[in-house]
């Protein structure tokens, strides 16, 4: 049976604890959204050979991260939701 297999980077992400070169950080985007335009295009795509499975990992590497930004920005948005002063009707 085959194992789940976590979709990573192949060059190091940069989050707001780990700063990262501007570079990079444009590189994996720019990755992120080739992959994405790539599916966009959609006509026969070959998942399991050539450039499928780096496009496959990359898009998933984007959706990940898409995640991670949401539910940061959830998080975020609760703490302001509570700290808010609550306005009497």
Do not use: Y
Request: hydrophobic share 40%; glycine share 8%; with cysteine.
């Amino acid at each position: 049976m085959a194992t789940k297999t976590i979709a990573r980077p192949r060059t190091p992400v940069a989050s707001e604890d780990n700063a990262q070169d501007p570079a990079d950080l444009l590189e994996n985007t720019l990755s992120q959204l080739e992959a994405l335009l790539w599916v966009c295009h959609g006509e026969e795509i070959d998942w399991c050979s050539g450039d499928g499975p780096r496009r496959l990992d990359n898009l998933l590497w984007l959706a990940a991260e898409l995640a991670r930004k949401a539910g940061e920005l959830f998080q975020m948005s609760e703490k302001a939701r509570r700290g808010a002063p609550e306005t009497g009707g």
